[in-house]
């Protein structure tokens, strides 16, 4: 399929009229029980407010209270606070990969030029996106990313919408990218990060997390590059491994050792996403459910892709002060297990592993695609 048969699907007519390139301008869709604020500077999520058990909105996305500070983080602790990020997310070995037997090198920007992150120096998150429709319950951000860009082949078109809606509150990502011209590595994510207690504690190690189809992760080595091997988390002997979150139980549970590089105990890891299939319904079935103690919120996230990266803030510090929505709680700093990152994506570095048989649903071509990344997130209270 040629690349024009795609443009009824990317650019409906209503998205073709810009209505602000400011990429700092803050843009807030809502509906009965979510309220979300976004900018297109990394089209990225800066509030997003549900009730708790006892009714009152509580902003449970982690980040900055103003969008300069996202410019400012990018410069300096970059943390990718709410954004896109890409072309590629996660990690790639060595900054390089073979497509048609062209090898490509990318900019490194990890662990001293031994794996690039992100998508590069200057990734999709620090990029403004235009805004190409705004309605009062969705949001689409567009980014066209030029050929040799970071060093990737191929020029890109961008989509994501934002959607909310009510009964059950829900938040609903949905990238689209299509390859312009010549086959590229197309792997993007949001990097949300949470905190469902709103910092009404100042770790998320007592909340219970639940991943019922993941049973396997991806391997990595001590500076959290795959190695090729995908590890079973269900052992045929002895004590469960502390990553198995199949059953749910406390996030402090899953710290395990070395498990997310050397040094680090927490949890940092790709989980594959085995699908069972739909429900009764025909819907997806939710692949991540996690609730809070404190305030009793609860998401559950359903996604079309193959994995979720799943991080609980092992190195923040507290030198990031949390937002004013936030601080009535007594929580001033973001501290170490401050928050958990939700990543979906695809497998993490696939690019380099032919072995995994994932390199139809990470390099695309004209011909092929386009990419989708979809992600629902719901909330309820428990």
């Known amino acids: 399929m040629r690349f024009s048969s795609f443009l009824d699907f990317l650019l409906p007519a209503s998205q073709l009229a810009i209505s602000s ?6 843009l807030t869709i809502s509906a009965p029980g979510i309220n979300a604020t976004f900018i297109g500077y990394g089209a990225t999520l800066t509030h997003l407010f549900v009730n708790d058990r006892e009714g009152l909105p509580r902003d449970v996305a982690v980040g900055y209270d103003t969008p300069a500070e996202y410019v400012r983080d990018t410069e300096t602790k970059h943390t990718y606070f709410g954004a896109v990020v890409g072309r590629y997310a996660n990690r790639i070995k060595n900054g390089t990969f073979v497509i048609d037997g062209k090898k490509y090198q990318v900019p490194t920007n990890e662990h001293g030029g ?5 998508g590069g120096t200057i990734g999709w998150d620090a990029r403004g996106w235009t805004v190409s429709e705004y309605t009062p319950t969705s949001v689409t951000f567009s980014l066209h990313d030029a050929d040799g860009y970071q060093g990737f082949p191929g020029a890109v078109l961008n989509h994501i919408t934002y959607t909310v809606a009510s009964d059950p509150p829900r938040l609903t990502s949905r990238i689209v990218s299509v390859s312009l011209d010549q086959p590229t590595p197309i792997m993007p994510t949001t990097h ?3 905190n469902l207690g709103a910092f009404t504690s100042p770790t998320v190690l ?7 189809y ?3 992760i991806i391997g990595i080595d001590g500076i959290q590059i795959p190695t090729g091997e995908v590890i079973s988390l269900k052992p045929t002997s002895g004590a ?3 990553l198995d979150f199949t059953s749910p139980k406390q996030v402090h549970l899953g710290a395990l050792t070395n498990g997310c590089g050397d040094g680090c105990v927490g949890i940092d890891n790709a989980f594959i996403l085995d699908r069972p299939g739909v429900d009764q319904a025909g819907k997806d079935l939710p692949m991540l459910r996690w609730s809070s103690p404190d305030t009793g919120i609860q998401m559950t996230m359903r996604t079309n892709q193959g994995c979720t990266q799943v991080y609980s803030c092992v190195f923040q510090d507290g030198s990031i002060p949390t937002k004013s929505t936030q601080r009535a709680a007594g929580q001033e700093t973001i501290d170490k297990y401050g928050c958990l990152v939700i990543e979906p994506q695809e497998w993490i570095d696939g690019i380099n592993h032919p072995e995994w048989a994932q390199l139809h649903r990470q390099v695309f071509g004209p011909e092929t695609g ?4 979809w992600a629902e997130y719901t909330f309820d209270t428990v």
């Open 21 to 26: 390139s400011d990429p700092l301008q803050p």
């Open 114 to 118: 031994q794996n690039t992150l992100h």
């Open 192 to 194: 949300f990060y949470w």
């Open 206 to 212: 007592n909340d219970t997390l639940h991943l019922p």
């Open 214 to 216: 993941s049973d396997r």
């Open 240 to 242: 469960p491994h502390p």
């Open 370 to 373: 386009p990419l989708v990344n």
